[in-house]
């Protein structure tokens, strides 16, 4: 029988054995190569993309106006007219008092018209009632010129609550050439 030798050294034990084989010696990494070719990758068809199946969609509904404002004066004088509200009690103008678009009106609201002026120009105003074919505020001037450059806001805060609920026209002129109708409705 072959003779065991016991070894303690710095607490690990290690058995030897007479006449056993000698320990494998060490073999350096194998070395690696690149990859002896590349090939590359075919490019792929471009990709041309299918227009989507038009679907019929419902036009919105416009407003029939009483008249046709003329839009060559329009753009002469205005980038902008437009309605708005305001909450009751704020001022127009800033820092809070820019109107908010609205076309539709309940008696608190407040009735705000804005105007992007880029000639210096008189106007008028009226209310047009359509269904009953009459009016409400007859034409009536605004009292002084409006001036270049300016964003004008007018507001107020009686109007609404003194219509019917209905639909109306809010009209501005520019000497006799009629250059915006704003349909409203009040509810």
Same mark, same amino acid.
């Given at each position: 029988m072959k003779?065991?030798?016991?070894l303690v050294? $710095?607490?690990m034990i290690a058995?030897?054995?007479?006449?056993c084989?000698?320990?494998p010696?060490? %073999?350096?990494?194998p070395?690696?190569t690149?990859?002896p070719t590349?090939?590359p990758?075919?490019p792929t068809?471009?990709?041309?993309p299918?227009p989507?199946?038009?679907?019929?969609i419902?036009?919105?509904?416009?407003p029939?106006?009483?008249?046709?404002p003329?839009?060559q004066?329009?753009?002469?004088y205005?980038?902008?007219i437009?309605?708005g509200? $305001?909450?009751?009690?704020? @001022?127009?103008?800033?820092?809070?008092?820019?109107?908010t678009p609205?076309?539709?009106?309940?008696p @608190?609201?407040?009735?705000? %018209?804005?105007m @992007?002026?880029i000639?210096?120009?008189?106007?008028?105003?009226g209310?047009?009632?359509?269904?009953?074919?009459?009016?409400?505020r007859?034409k009536?001037?605004?009292?002084?010129?409006?001036?270049?450059g300016q964003s004008?806001?007018?507001?107020d805060?009686?109007l609404v609550?003194?219509?019917v609920p209905?639909?109306y026209?809010?009209k501005?002129?520019v000497?006799?050439? $009629?250059?915006?109708?704003l349909?409203?409705?009040?509810?």
């Amino acid at each position: 029988m072959k003779t065991k030798i016991l070894l303690v050294t $710095l607490g690990m034990i290690a058995f030897a054995f007479q006449g056993c084989a000698p320990a494998p010696t060490a %073999t350096p990494y194998p070395t690696y190569t690149l990859y002896p070719t590349y090939t590359p990758i075919p490019p792929t068809p471009t990709y041309t993309p299918v227009p989507p199946t038009p679907t019929s969609i419902p036009p919105t509904p416009t407003p029939t106006l009483s008249e046709q404002p003329d839009q060559q004066v329009f753009s002469e004088y205005f980038t902008e007219i437009s309605l708005g509200t $305001l909450p009751p009690g704020v @001022n127009p103008g800033p820092p809070a008092g820019f109107p908010t678009p609205m076309t539709i009106f309940t008696p @608190n609201d407040q009735f705000c %018209t804005s105007m @992007n002026i880029i000639k210096d120009v008189t106007v008028a105003t009226g209310i047009y009632y359509p269904q009953a074919m009459r009016w409400i505020r007859s034409k009536a001037a605004y009292p002084g010129v409006l001036r270049a450059g300016q964003s004008m806001i007018g507001c107020d805060g009686t109007l609404v609550s003194s219509l019917v609920p209905d639909k109306y026209e809010y009209k501005f002129w520019v000497g006799d050439a $009629l250059v915006a109708v704003l349909p409203f409705e009040v509810r």
